[in-house]
């Protein structure tokens, strides 16, 4: 049996203007985690106050990842990584409380408890196969936190850099909220390099925490594991690596996130020994689903390139993808209408 894992969170790092397009709003941003998972779950809000959308009215990913849903059936289980505000889904719990803003100096001290709690949950899970994915606003500059303190900061840039849910990607801004992170907590680049939960702890997101925990607990169990998302995967990865997991690991993205300029994922592959599958939803018109990813909007989330590879691998076609995102998208439009 294959199991869709969500680990769901928070970080202050988001409301840095300018970090993150994962909501209308700040305000509307905290709610985003806790309304992917209703969405991964119900296929719309039930608690959430908001339809996720960025101030483009980019859909969230989780509108693609319901959608391959939707016609594989697959279990899906959403792991409480730390919410700000509740949701609605069925969640897990591992002890993650939100995370607070990189900048201050014990940013995630829940890290190191949750990292372990998330660690006996993989354990535990029963199906032979595992995709893990993440919805946390903000995470791709924690994300680069966590490669700098590791010393791994240039796996994806000469400079230092992940993908970002916007179309001009800031990473002058991340890499800015980065330095002040490592100064604030006292850390040199690489000082946490073989602790990954210091790392985590001193500059990531406990989203970040949890995931490595769940994928270091299932490999243990000979779980095969498919870390299902773009450069915050990436950062588990290297996580995993420093921690001392010697297997094979799998990666599952979009095209989006492979086509991104401010990135190498081929050369971070190779330094992790990271097998990635890259997904194409064919997006190439102009509905409001999708037109905003052709211009470089959200890219991956919520599992979105997992979702795509399991589509692929089972026979559905993309066309039918497609087709239900746009049914999906429309009916939460409608729904945040009638919010409005």
Do not use: W
């Not at 985690?33 to 719309?44: K, N, S």
């Not at 505000?85 to 990189?102: L, N």
């Amino acid at each position: 049996m294959t199991q869709f894992v969500c680990c769901a969170g928070s970080t202050a790092t988001a409301a840095i203007d300018g970090i993150s397009a994962a909501g209308a709003d700040p305000e509307a941003m905290v709610h985003t985690p806790g309304a992917d998972a209703e969405i991964l779950v119900y296929g719309r809000p039930v608690r959430s106050p908001v339809v996720p959308v960025s101030p483009t009215g980019c859909p969230t990913p989780a509108v693609v990842t319901r959608a391959v849903r939707e016609h594989l059936g697959f279990d899906c289980t959403i792991v409480d990584a730390g919410l700000a505000e509740p949701t609605g889904a069925p969640t897990v719990h591992v002890g993650a409380s939100p995370g607070k803003d990189i900048r201050e100096r014990d940013p995630v001290p829940s890290a190191p408890g949750c990292f372990a709690a998330a660690r006996e949950f993989g354990r535990a899970i029963p199906d032979d196969e595992l995709f893990l994915a993440e919805t946390v606003p903000g995470g791709t500059t924690t994300a680069l936190g966590v490669l700098t303190a590791l010393g791994e900061a240039e796996l994806l840039a000469p400079s230092g850099g992940v993908s970002s849910s916007l179309p001009e990607n800031p990473l002058e801004l991340k890499r800015r909220v980065v330095a002040e992170a490592l100064e604030a907590s006292s850390l040199a680049p690489g000082d946490c390099a073989g602790d990954p939960p210091r790392a985590i702890r001193r500059c990531g997101d406990p989203v970040l925490a949890v995931v490595a925990g769940i994928a270091a607990g299932a490999l243990e169990a000979d779980t095969a594991v498919t870390l299902a998302g773009g450069t915050q995967l990436v950062a588990a990865a290297a996580a995993l690596r420093h921690g001392g997991y010697e297997g094979s690991l799998r990666l599952a993205t979009t095209s989006f996130v492979a086509d991104d300029p401010s990135i190498d994922l081929d050369a971070a592959a190779s330094a992790l020994d990271l097998s990635v599958t890259v997904s194409d939803p064919g997006f190439s018109d102009g509905h409001p689903a999708t037109a905003p990813y052709l211009a470089g909007e959200a890219k991956e989330g919520v599992g979105m390139g997992g979702a795509l590879a399991l589509a692929d691998r089972t026979g559905v076609p993309m066309a039918a993808v497609r087709e239900t995102l746009r049914a999906i998208y429309d009916d939460l439009l409608a729904e945040r209408e009638l919010q409005t």
